[in-house]
């Protein structure tokens, strides 16, 4: 595609119940990374992968959140259980870079909007 | 503790008037500074990247200025237009050995731009 692809773009979800958001990075792109955007602040890093290997899940809140990228494409972020404070909008961002360096671009795509009530 | 802080929270100006927004860091060591702005319900899009030895960088009416010594960078925006209006996230890259350079976002500075 011709950018980063998120899907839902808005999902409302019942406390407690469990969510996936998929991310189709542009064709090609090695490196793809998640972030959760709380309203009013920067993104917050949630995990990383290059290829299909997660490289650095740290900014994972809690052991709920689970992401993966099995055939080094589509990315899918789950988050079971979900809690109130886990409403945000989540980002998926990609780049064309291997690890080692990141001066080149990294696209975003226009995120999935959770609200768990 | 690598933290990117920018300022004003937020800012309200006239069409056409110019703005200047603030970005100091503590990223260390550093490897590049980006500005990016983020339009309400929209992805972050890249407006400009800054390495080390760079001091200044434009993309239209978008200069950013990089002082690597004092760790601050800044975004200017002339002639300002109301599409303009948006948050504006200064993001830096931390270089770390054998690995990702792992990047920290700021806050963003929310801008609105007013006939």
């Known amino acids: 595609g011709a950018g980063v692809s998120q899907s839902p773009r808005y999902k409302v979800a019942k406390r407690g119940q469990d969510v996936a958001l998929r991310c189709d990075p542009i064709s090609g792109h090695v490196s793809l990374f998640w972030y959760q955007q709380a309203l009013g602040q920067g993104p917050e890093f949630l995990t990383y992968f290059q290829n299909e290997a997660q490289l650095d899940k740290s900014g994972l809140p809690s052991d709920r959140f689970f992401a993966e990228r099995p055939e080094g494409s589509v990315s899918t972020l789950k988050i079971q259980r979900t809690q109130q404070e886990d409403s945000a909008v989540y980002l998926c961002?990609?780049?064309?870079?291997?690890?080692?360096?990141?001066?080149?671009?990294?696209?975003f795509g226009e995120g999935s909007r959770l609200t768990v009530l | 503790k690598n933290q990117v802080e920018q300022s004003p929270q937020s800012l309200i100006i006239l069409e056409g008037k110019n703005c200047t927004l603030q970005c100091n860091y503590t990223v260390s060591p550093f490897s590049n500074l980006r500005w990016y702005k983020q339009d309400t319900g929209r992805g972050p899009v890249s407006l400009t990247i800054m390495t080390f030895s760079e001091n200044t960088k434009s993309n239209g009416r978008y200069t950013a200025t990089l002082d690597a010594d004092t760790k601050q960078s800044s975004l200017h925006i002339t002639a300002s237009q109301l599409s303009d209006s948006a948050s504006y996230i200064c993001v830096v890259s931390a270089r770390r050995n054998g690995g990702y350079n792992k990047l920290i976002f700021g806050a963003g500075t929310r801008l609105a731009v007013h006939p």
């Open positions: 961002a990609s780049s064309p870079l291997n690890v080692g360096t990141m001066s080149g671009e990294l696209f």
